[in-house]
């Protein structure tokens, strides 16, 4: 028996597709856009059809950009173009920026190196990486992957193809979180902690 008209249950059916996104939420959301105004919604498709068209690949770092040539960071005269900070997606360019910390450029993979999932060195953009090393001028690079076994993997991975070249390759530190408590962390993050400590 159906509930719903066939185009609220393919609205759900579309919604429950995004992550995080189960069946009860994507109900939620599909009945949540058929209650705006005819132009919200129009305005609402168009912003998801023109993401998709005008979004794109730098060429240098591979972040996403909008428009020719490479993105605001990579076409900074401001960045040390000495370093470059290898993270798995953009998302994690958000993160490192939103520190305030980071002055350096940007390379992303697009993913990590995961043999259960059939994702290799070909499905990544390494090559992009090496090139660019590669040409010189480059002094660091920092691995900035997940502490999981598929990042460390990539991290372990990458740092061995990079060793050549003669550049700094180092991984972002572990350790206790900022407002935790000792008690409560689990051993491999204590052993991650000690190893990483530094001089204050």
């Keep these: ?9 393919d609205l759900v059916e579309h919604f429950a597709k995004l992550p ?32 998709k068209a005008r979004i794109h690949c730098c060429p240098v770092c591979q972040n996403l950009t909008e428009g020719d040539g490479p993105c605001p960071i990579c076409a900074s005269a401001k960045r040390d173009p000495t370093v470059i900070c290898v993270v798995a997606g953009p998302k994690d360019v958000m993160a490192m920026e939103r520190s305030r910390e980071y002055n350096g450029l940007y390379h992303v993979l697009h993913g990590v190196l995961s043999p259960m999932d059939h994702v290799g060195p070909d499905d990544l953009h390494i090559r992009s990486l090496t090139e ?16 999981d076994t598929e990042g460390e ?5 990458l740092s061995r193809l990079l060793r050549p070249f003669q550049v700094k390759i180092t991984r972002l530190a572990y350790g206790i ?8 962390t689990d051993d491999a993050t204590l052993v991650r902690a ?7």
Aim: no cysteine.
């Design 20 to 51: 995080g996104v189960g069946i009860k939420s994507a109900q939620r959301l599909a009945f949540h856009v058929l209650s705006l105004p005819e132009e919200e919604t129009t305005a609402f498709a168009q912003a998801i059809t023109g993401a």
């Design 153 to 157: 993997t990539t991290a372990m991975y």
């Design 194 to 200: 000690l190893e990483g400590r530094r001089e204050i």
């Design 132 to 147: 660019r090393v590669a040409a010189g001028g480059v002094e660091e690079v920092i691995m900035a992957t997940d502490p």
């Design 1 to 9: 028996m159906q509930y719903f008209p066939p185009a609220l249950e």
């Design 177 to 184: 979180a900022v407002g935790s408590r000792l008690e409560y």
